[in-house]
């Protein structure tokens, strides 16, 4: 009751409170449309959607619609595509139902969704320029041209290729999988060969592959741990023995490396005329012939004969000859030879000696015991 006494007495002001938080609530809101529109605005300004004439204000006329508007524009785009005889639109993003429905009637292959990694050889291909804005008629030097357009089916699935004119160098790879996981591990595979591709086109060497470049580079230290002399050590103030300690560990971490290329769960060796590595199957029988066992060297330079006194790779072994004979011996046949890189092996083995001077160099170390 008393509630309603007060209210009685005092209905002007409840009725000035109400009426100011209606137009409180409306101004609000007519701050936030206007601060929406201006943001499109911007973002549209950006995209190249509409001209940027400098500070100003924007009119709308009543019953305006924007969406209207955009959809009036893209079909004028469509008719000019179809007037220019264009047969193939590519987008990097998403193509409007009503424009992607309409260039299908007039029997225009339409294809989204790209994203950026697949647009940019497409527009090197077929030298297209991106269009940034369909408010403004078409350059006709946005428009690319391609050989032909095949239509490939693989599978259950279907793809469009694009043949280049003239000699370009592009080249189509298609990867196919039944899973994912496979997939993504195929896709990461051809990138590597691509990266190392276009390193040996920058730098064109070569170093032997499988783990055979490893390996005669640490029986190779090893050798010449033995004919250091004591000038050398009192030059970089050590004794032998640790200078020796230095180089085996080196040596070791070689050796590791090349042992980490077999897969198939086979064993490790290393000849001693060559230090070349060189992989036997598992569970070889330890009676069987040599011949049986070794056939060719990792690299595939050399081939097997019964003097090259192979032992377990990581064990000590005594060398017989390290320099290259001046002719090529006769197991020398290098017909199809496994090759890596210079440059990326180069990174490799400057990356792991800079860790390894960093570690020792650390005063204090953390272990991760999980």
Known sequence: MKNKRWLRQNWLLVAGLSLFGIHSVTYLMQ??????????????????????????????????????????????????????????????????PVLKQYLREHHVIVEDRLGLAVMEPLIQMAGARLITSYYHPINPNCYGSTKNLLLVKCGSRQFLHLLPNGNKPICTLLLCNRSEAGMNELKVVCQSAECVLRLALKEPYALLGGGCTECHLATYVGYKVHCVTDDKLAEMCCSRAQYKIVADGFCRSLERTASSLEHDGGENFIDAKYGHRWSVLAHMPLNSHWSEVFSRCA?????????????????????????????????????????????ARLNALQVAVETANLIVELQYVIQDRN
């Open 299 to 343: 690299c595939g330079s050399y081939t097997a004969h019964q003097n090259l006194n192979w032992t377990v790779l990581g064990t000590k072994r005594t060398i017989i000859n390290l320099d290259m004979p001046p002719e090529k011996p006769s197991d020398y046949s290098p017909g199809q030879l496994i090759l890596d890189s210079y440059t």
């Open 31 to 96: 701050k936030f449309v206007k601060k929406s529109t201006q943001s499109s605005l911007e973002l549209k300004k950006k995209n190249g959607d509409v001209v940027d004439s400098g500070d100003g204000h924007w009119e709308l006329t009543s019953g305006f619609c924007p969406e209207d508007e955009s959809l009036v524009q893209l079909l004028k785009m469509g008719k000019q595509l179809v007037c220019d005889q264009v047969h193939l639109v590519v987008c990097q993003k998403v193509i409007h």
